[in-house]
């Protein structure tokens, strides 16, 4: 079945660049997802990018999609200590209807 | 655009009641989805409507567990009896069309004891 993995920690001195990676199996997946969640809060979608995409970029957030090795990667450069929180990885297949699978998410620690 | 809504955002019962979890879609959306965090698990699909029609409940944990949507603006999702094991986030999500951006709610966050 589909499946998302990614590592669960990371942590990062303020300034610094943070890149999350996450790999999926599902070779039919064309939507790709980011998700940020804060403690205490609900998910909030960061970014997205379609899997006819290399990259994508806004602002401080990127995102790079290698499609033959189906690994996903988001980097924020500038890491600040608002950027601490929990980032998912979310694939979904170009089927009508169907759910996003999420990773089981990255923890992003930030030390000033 | 008031987002998602669900309700009550945080609820502590003890085992064997029952438990009634409520979402308001965003307005005009017509996928709406259920699913549960854990800490073991992450996030896990639960069931999901599409006008208002189930989809998909392969998620359900168990005959616990009933999902409802009477019409486009509202849904819950019932536990009766609730166990300790049950103790999680459960997010309400929805979505206008196909593959468009899901919006996630606050969540409502389940305490079983």
């Known amino acids: 079945g589909e499946d998302v993995e990614q590592s669960l920690f990371l942590s990062v001195r303020e300034g610094d660049s943070s890149v999350i990676n996450c790999t999926y199996t599902?070779?039919?997946?064309?939507?790709l997802y980011w998700y940020k969640q804060e403690p205490g809060a609900g998910l909030q979608l960061l970014t997205y990018i379609f899997s006819n995409m290399d990259m994508k970029q806004d602002q401080r957030l990127t995102v790079l999609l290698n499609k033959k090795d189906k690994h996903l990667s988001l980097r924020i450069a500038d890491t600040q200590t608002g950027d601490s929180a929990i980032y998912f990885c979310?694939?979904?297949?170009?089927?009508?209807?169907?759910?996003?699978?999420f990773g089981k998410g990255t923890t992003l620690s930030v030390s000033s | 655009d008031a987002g998602v809504i669900q309700s009550p955002r945080h609820e502590v019962t003890e085992m064997g009641q029952e438990v009634t979890l409520r979402c308001k879609p965003i307005s005009g959306h017509d996928y709406l989805f259920w699913y549960r965090q854990t800490m073991m698990r992450g996030l896990e699909l639960l069931i999901y409507f599409n006008n208002n029609v189930p989809i998909d409940d392969s998620g359900m944990p168990e005959d616990r567990f009933s999902a409802k949507m009477p019409n486009a603006s509202f849904s819950t999702l019932k536990i009766q009896p609730s166990e300790p094991r049950d103790s999680a986030v459960y997010f309400c999500?929805?979505?206008?069309?196909?593959?468009?951006?899901?919006?996630f709610g606050e969540g409502s966050w389940l305490t079983v004891v």
């Open positions: 999500a929805s979505q206008g069309g196909t593959g468009n951006t899901i919006y």
């Open positions: 599902d070779s039919s997946s064309t939507y």
């Open positions: 979310a694939e979904r297949s170009n089927q009508a209807g169907t759910a996003l699978i």
